[in-house]
């Protein structure tokens, strides 16, 4: 089945590819006989994985290292790909910290502000210009439902989140009546070795992971969506949460609801 590819071009970049939902969206398109751009700082985990999908879905892979923390980091990737036929553009790639804003170092504050929204704003600038000029593509930003509610003790994290979806929503429709699909899938809890991590061990930790989404149901959702809408926040429970934030609650009374997670 090559149909991405037919549809799109020859090549797709994932920038945040490694593991977790960027693994799973690099997965998806391979499948559809594109050839992949794996994008992350864990260069030897990102080899392995386009060896894997080389052998399993015969498609061709690169590997470009690269930290979207520093600014420059994107000379690079775009210098790597400028003489590829590129269909595909996915940025998954997030970084959060807990605590209160003012607790937070400023630095990290700087890298959250590079990785959330400079380093994804120049790869969605870059890949939208050559996606328009030829008139065929496919952008698919990943935001979450922090980036809905406000996130406080994560509060950088979820406006970077809620500034991605906005910014995606209203690209999107400024690419309707052409060929360039654009997205932006809104997350609520996903299984990925990341979120793991930060999760609490025992019952609640249980119950966590069965509430939460798989990334193949993730990734199955939004392809089975593209093309059909800008915006989609991914899975019915997710979908219900949004819709009983924006219809029974304040935005006060949404923050204080994410708030409690944290303290
Ligand atoms: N999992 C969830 O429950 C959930 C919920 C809502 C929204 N989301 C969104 O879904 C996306 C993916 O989530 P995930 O859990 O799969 O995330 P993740 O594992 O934290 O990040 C995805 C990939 O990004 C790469 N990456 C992280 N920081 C990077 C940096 N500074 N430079 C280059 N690459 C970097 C990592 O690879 P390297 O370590 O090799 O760089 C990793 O493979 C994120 O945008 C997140 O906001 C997830």
Redesign the pocket.
């Known amino acids: 089945m090559n149909s991405l590819k037919e549809k799109y071009g020859e090549w797709g970049i994932i920038?945040?590819?490694?593991?977790?939902?960027?693994?799973a969206i690099a997965e998806k398109i391979a499948k559809g006989g594109m050839n992949v751009i794996l994008?992350?700082?864990?260069e030897e985990?990102?080899k392995e994985l386009g060896a894997e999908i080389e052998k399993t879905y015969q498609v061709k892979s690169k590997v470009i290292r690269?930290?979207?923390?520093?600014s420059n980091?994107t000379d690079a990737i775009f210098e790597a790909t400028k003489d590829l036929d590129m269909g595909f553009m996915s940025?998954?790639?997030?970084?959060?910290s807990f605590g209160k804003l003012q607790d937070t170092d400023w630095e990290k504050h700087e890298?959250m502000i590079?990785?959330n929204i400079i380093?994804f704003l120049k790869c969605f600038y870059h890949y939208m210009g050559i996606f328009a000029k030829q008139d065929r593509g496919l952008i698919l930003n990943?935001?979450?439902?922090?980036g809905v509610t406000s996130s406080p003790y994560n509060a950088q994290?979820g406006a970077g989140?809620a500034y991605?979806k906005k910014l995606t929503e209203a690209v999107g429709y400024e690419a309707e009546k052409t060929n360039v699909d654009v997205m932006v899938a809104?997350?609520?809890?996903?299984?990925?070795?990341?979120?793991l991590q930060n999760q609490p061990g025992g019952e609640a930790g249980e119950a966590a992971i069965k509430a939460?989404m798989t990334?193949e149901d993730t990734i199955d959702e939004i392809f089975d969506n593209i093309g059909k809408v800008h915006s989609l926040v991914v899975g019915e429970r997710n979908r219900n949460s949004v819709k009983h934030w924006q219809t029974d609650m304040t935005a006060d009374e949404a923050a204080a609801y994410m708030g409690r997670f944290y303290e």
């Open positions: 920038l945040g590819a490694t593991e977790g939902v960027g693994k994008v992350g700082r864990r985990k990102l690269a930290d979207f923390s520093l980091c940025y998954v790639a997030c970084l959060h890298q590079n990785v380093t990943i935001s979450s439902l922090t994290y989140k991605i809104t997350l609520g809890s996903t299984i990925t070795p990341s979120w939460a990334t």
